[in-house]
């Protein structure tokens, strides 16, 4: 039974394979829904062609418009506009988190309130809290803390809503009370002029300028010194020439004298440069001898200004010279040397009592 069905096997077989071999031998044939089409033949359009892509632009552009201007407030005394885009209130708070964590970095390097440093940086620092008070600088705690570690360099700051810095090493650098005035109004200054919720809402333009300038360039390094070199340094270099000039009409207000201003970045540039004459040994034994700073055999090496964020102090002094007439003239308004000279003759009087 197996054997005669052979026969009828193969010629199924054969049946079945000749259409095969006859469609192995014919042309092959494109049909038209298996042709290959390349995707999306149509012509690139660029962005500024898609009218879709114009109009999400012109909106982000009015949104941001509008967002800008209505944030634009003037500083006092410059008069100049500023993008701000905080509140007065959030910025206190950002102060307050950061002022308690600078309590816990110098825990047990922080002098006690009723050393005569304190009470001396303190005496001097009250009629400058005065004076911001009356160029808007209010709902501010403020708080004084002398910092006495010889391992920092000589530094003072304000920290938004009224918490004071200064270290000990810098006092010598000061002098007297004038030359302490010009540090601790130049600082206070910032806050005055709110320099840093200023620098905050900056941070959002800086992104979205880096990452259009990223989609160009396609070169995050590059974009990244042109964002610092052209407009976050000079921005920096901007404020802290605001904060020299507010500072020194504030102290010149505070009675204290503004002709101690240039001769405090006198000192500096001394210092900057380590060329401190025969008092070396006292400046050096003021802010540590073992402090990084004073022993970098670079030392006297100077960044260009337009790489720092701070004007160099040799324009510095400059600056604050040509301001000393205006300076002069608004502590005259404020009477000081008649109050100086009421002083006096209370002091005398009393001290003719006592004898």
């Known amino acids: 039974m197996f054997r005669k069905s052979i026969p009828k096997i193969t010629r199924s077989v054969q049946l079945v394979g000749r259409p095969l071999a006859r469609s192995s031998q014919a042309p092959l044939v494109r049909r038209p829904y298996s042709t290959y089409h390349r995707f999306n033949q149509a012509r690139y359009k660029p962005w500024y062609e898609n009218p879709t892509s114009i109009k999400l632009l012109g909106g982000v552009v009015v949104f941001g418009a509008g967002v800008y201007f209505t944030h634009l407030e003037r500083t006092p005394i410059t008069n100049r506009r500023q993008f ?24 047990g390097k922080l002098l006690p309130d009723n050393h005569p440093t304190v009470l001396r940086v303190k005496r001097v620092m009250k009629p400058i809290i005065e004076q911001s008070e009356t160029l808007g600088l209010f709902d501010c705690q403020w708080r004084v803390h002398v910092v006495h570690d010889p391992t920092q360099p000589p530094n003072a700051f304000v920290l938004p809503g009224g918490k004071v810095f ?6 010598s650098l000061c002098g007297n009370d004038d030359g302490l005035a010009t540090v601790l ?24 300028l880096g990452i259009i300038m990223y989609g160009l360039t396609g070169s995050d390094f590059f974009n990244r010194f042109l964002m610092t070199s052209l407009l976050e340094l000079p921005a920096s270099r901007t404020q802290e020439s605001e904060a020299d000039y507010i500072g020194l009409m504030m102290m010149a207000r505070a ?91 209370s002091f005398f009087e009393l001290r003719d009592r006592i004898w």
Not at 89 to 94: P, S, V
Not at 166 to 171: E, V
Not at 185 to 208: C, F, I, N, W
Not at 287 to 302: A, H, M, N, V, Y
């Open 166 to 171: 200064i270290m000990s090493n810098i006092l």
């Open 84 to 107: 701000i885009l905080l509140s007065r209130a959030y910025e206190n708070k950002l102060g307050e988190e950061q002022y308690q964590q600078i309590l816990q970095e110098f825990r």
């Open 255 to 345: 009675c204290f004298d503004p002709r101690e201003a240039p001769r405090l970045w006198q000192r500096m540039v001394a210092y900057e440069q380590g060329q401190l004459g025969p008092e070396r040994s006292k400046w050096a034994s003021t802010f540590g001898t073992d402090t990084p700073e004073s022993q970098s055999p670079s030392r006297g090496f100077k960044v260009p200004e337009f790489l720092s964020t701070h004007p160099s102090s040799e324009n510095r002094v400059a600056r604050i010279t040509s301001w000393l007439e205006e300076a002069h003239h608004q502590r005259m308004l404020c009477h000081c040397d008649e109050n100086m000279g009421s002083m006096a003759s």
């Open 185 to 208: 109004s130049h600082e206070t200054a910032h806050q005055v002029a709110r320099h840093s919720g200023e620098r905050l809402s900056a941070t959002p333009l800086y992104m979205a």
